[in-house]
């Protein structure tokens, strides 16, 4: 199936639901259920517009951002546990705590800290993204070859050139905690514009939703799903590169 | 139990303890693991300059805690070693490791592995790459420089560990359990080619093994270590001409006799 040039995986099941939907919404039971063609229609009138485009741009842009924070804070962060017992045994419990705890009860209390604006989106994004981040990291510095390690000792390696060995060694388990920050990054910037809802696609939503524009609504959000599940096949080819060596460490 | 018995096998005199033609010298090492694991006692030992000796006991006895003490990754409980009578601190430029498992890295060329000693050390891409290249060739793996550690057998793998290792010009290679992860018939290609590049690059060799033909057929020396705790329980010397055929050399009587007294001294740690 495409969606403006996205193939979409899953595409049979994916079908079900779109037929489904366009039934129910033929209907025209629920409110909330414009049938899906109507969705579709309204798209191209959704991304013409030009709030969209300013939407879009704050959207990407504090997305983004936190998501840069996000890995560079979440992979050093990985690096400190994975290297230093010590930092371990003080920091991981409270990574867990974060990666499974109800970040979203977590964004008034950002907001309070750091207003109603961007900054406030950023950091939830970084919120979302940071903790899995962190986790797979240490996780790939704790897998990575002790042999190897002693070898670039043996060798006279620095404690730099040390540390650029371990940084490649947890390179697939780094990549796999980016991909799912990816992830967990637009559910932040979703969920991060729509408490504050007065810029990016949070004030859209409210726009669409005050005047029941539901086409225009659900058409937001497959534009969302798609930018999401687009980035996240990205990371999916950068993996895939750096693989081969995944399944190949001893 | 007398500690260091040292076995004078076709009439080879012992070397004093303080031979002047030592390059390394275990003083005295102790090792105990995490308070009460004591892996290696008492260990007193000359390597000579030159000369290829074998560290060989049953599975377990210290061979390999030995070598990385030897190697400066690891620190002994007590005791000290010597490399050209400076006492090792950490791992030096006059040793260098081959590891049992290759320690390759996986994400780089053949050439960029064997290069990986030079590289650490800061000597420039070009030189290295040469230099890398002319050990890559003498362990065998010409045409392969630009594969990666996946592409390539167990045996070649180990190849490009070996030429990591004489790739940085070390006086002293330490090689544990090299041949381990390889079958049998490259085992003994590698054997004869380690003999040959004996001869072309005139470096002291410890080699940890716990197969006794191994043992015999490459090394002036073999050290044979009794389990818990590891010490030294005999010196053996064998006489071997290896100039010939190998597959002469491992018929004649010296040598299966000298299979046949190493075993009978090692069972009964087996058992
Ligand atoms: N890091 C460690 N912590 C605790 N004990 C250890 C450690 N490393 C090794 N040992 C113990 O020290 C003893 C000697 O280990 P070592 O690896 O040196 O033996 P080995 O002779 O090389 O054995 P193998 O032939 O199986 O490789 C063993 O009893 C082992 O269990
Ligand atoms: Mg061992």
């Known amino acids: ?250 | 139990m007398n500690m260091t018995s040292a076995t004078e096998h076709a009439g080879a005199p012992v070397a004093p303890a303080d031979a002047p033609d030592a390059i390394i010298e275990v003083e005295g090492i102790h090792k105990v693991y995490s308070g009460n694991v004591t892996a290696l006692e008492n260990i007193n030992l000359d390597f000579r300059r030159g000369e290829m000796t074998s560290l060989l006991g049953p599975s377990g006895c210290g061979k390999t805690t030995l070598l990385k003490i030897v190697a400066g990754l690891l620190k002994p409980t007590d005791g000290e070693v010597r490399v050209n009578g400076a006492p090792v601190k950490g791992p030096g430029p006059e040793r260098a490791f081959v590891f049992q498992d290759f320690a390759l890295m996986p994400w780089a060329t053949v050439l960029r592995n064997a290069g990986y000693g030079l590289e650490v050390r800061g000597v420039a891409k070009r030189e290295r790459e040469e230099r890398a290249r002319h050990y890559i060739n003498e362990v065998g793996l010409a045409g392969f420089e630009e594969k990666y550690p996946h592409e390539l057998s167990g045996g070649m793998r180990q190849r490009v560990g070996l030429a990591r290792a004489l790739a940085v010009d070390a006086d002293v290679l330490l090689m544990d359990e090299p041949f381990s992860a390889v079958d049998e018939q490259t085992r003994r290609k590698f054997q004869e080619d380690l003999i040959r590049l004996r001869e072309i690059e005139k470096k002291t060799f410890i080699l940890v093994t716990h197969s006794i033909e191994e043992a015999v057929y490459l090394s002036d020396r073999i050290v044979l270590l009794s389990p818990r705790p590891g010490r030294v329980a005999q010196i053996v010397t064998p006489e071997i001409d290896r100039s010939g055929d190998p597959e002469a050399i491992r018929r004649t009587t010296e040598y299966l006799d000298l299979i046949d007294d190493i075993w009978a001294g090692l069972r009964t740690y087996v058992e």
């Open chain 1, 1 to 250: 199936m495409e969606i403006y040039g996205y193939r979409v995986p899953a595409a049979a099941a994916l079908l079900v639901w779109v037929v489904i939907w366009e039934i129910v919404g033929q209907f025209d039971l629920l409110l909330m259920f414009p049938p899906f063609s109507e969705v579709l229609a309204s798209l191209p009138e959704v991304i013409g517009t030009a709030s969209f485009a300013e939407a879009a741009r704050i959207t990407v842009v504090s997305y983004l951002s936190g998501l840069a924070l996000a890995i560079v804070v979440g992979v050093g962060l990985g690096l400190l546990m994975g290297m230093v017992k010590r930092a371990d045994q003080i920091l991981n419990m409270w990574v867990n705590i974060f990666l499974s705890a109800p970040l979203s009860a977590l964004v008034p209390v950002i907001m309070i800290l750091f207003g109603m604006g961007s900054p406030t989106v950023v950091a939830t994004v970084f919120m979302f993204a940071v903790w899995i981040i962190a986790l797979d990291t240490r996780a790939g510095v704790l897998h990575a070859s002790p042999s190897l390690i002693d070898m670039s000792r043996s060798f006279g390696a620095s404690r730099g050139q040390r540390m650029k060995l371990i940084l490649l060694s947890a390179l697939p388990e780094i990549l796999a905690g980016i991909r799912l920050g990816v992830v967990r990054g637009v559910k932040g910037v979703v969920i991060g514009q729509l408490l504050v809802s007065i810029i990016g696609v949070g004030a859209l939503f409210s726009l669409y939703s005050q005047n029941f524009l539901m086409a225009h609504f659900w058409a937001l959000i497959l534009i969302l799903f798609a930018f999401a599940l687009s980035l996240a096949e990205l990371i999916n080819r950068l993996e895939a590169r750096v693989e081969y060596y995944a399944g190949n460490r001893s």
